[in-house]
T-cell receptor
Framework: NAGVTQTPKFQVLKTGQSMTLQCAQD?????MSWYRQDPGMGLRLIHY???????DQGEVPNGYNVSRSTTEDFPLRLLSAAPSQTSVYFC???????????FGSGTQLSVL | GQQLNQSPQSMFIQEGEDVSMNCTSS?????WLWYKQDPGEGPVLLIA?????ELTSNGRLTAQFGITRKDSFLNISASIPSDVGIYFC????????FGDGTTLTVKP
């Protein structure tokens, strides 16, 4: 059972480039979310989804887009990368009635 | 938005010592959770607490849900080198809000 799978593990971008961070889960979880982790700032919620076709903004949504066309996948898009988006990104999922999050292993993104 | 204050920010202890960390908030939460993050990995759930005053153990770990529902505590007894990592508290009320983490270093 793979759990939550994130790709890529590492990525370097130039300012203004676009890219998509992939997240997939095989646990049939309704709820999926994206967090960013910066030193000394814990985990901050970017976007989340309570089911296919439904997304909502978290604490720090600016500069990021998401969509949820299937239960399994929840990609995070950076349309025009900025140095302030240098961070480690985590995808997490859980069932709709469960508070316990299952995290992927993260994507380390550097924007030059 | 909701904010959690987690302390201490970091701890350097000797193997065998006990560890205490806590999380406080100005908001009430329905659930408190504690996660551990190993280097290069995502956080993993350690303990979940669902009722005010609840005390729950998981091996050498003990966590408590504060009576006011605005705080939680995590204790680790007899620390070992593999306890190193970042410990996060999270309060849940519809969504999970995370503390800034406590980085634990254990010296053999």
């Amino acid at each position: 059972n793979a759990g939550v799978t994130q790709t890529p593990k590492f990525q370097v971008l130039k300012t203004g480039q676009s890219m998509t961070l992939q997240c997939a889960q095989d646990m049939n979880h309704e709820y999926m979310s994206w967090y960013r982790q910066d030193p000394g700032m814990g985990l901050r919620l970017i976007h989340y989804s309570v089911g296919a076709g439904i997304t909502d903004q978290g604490e720090v949504p600016n500069g990021y887009n998401v969509s949820r066309s299937t239960t399994e996948d929840f990609p995070l898009r950076l349309l025009s990368a900025a140095p302030s988006q240098t961070s480690v990104y985590f995808c997490a999922s859980t069932t709709s009635t469960n508070e316990k999050l299952f995290f992927g292993s993260g994507t380390q993104l550097s924007v030059l | 938005g909701q904010q959690l204050n987690q302390s201490p920010q970091s701890m350097f202890i000797q193997e065998g010592e006990d560890v205490s960390m806590n999380c406080t908030s100005s908001s009430i939460f329905n659930t408190w959770l504690w996660y551990k993050q190993d280097p290069g990995e995502g956080p993993v759930l350690l303990i979940a607490l669902y009722k005010a005053g609840e005390l729950t153990s998981n091996g050498r770990l003990t966590a408590q849900f504060g009576i006011t529902r605005k705080d939680s505590f995590l204790n680790i007894s007899a620390s070992i080198p593999s306890d190193v990592g970042i410990y996060f508290c999270a309060g849940h009320a519809g969504k999970s809000t995370f503390g800034d983490g406590t980085t634990l270093t254990v010296k053999p």
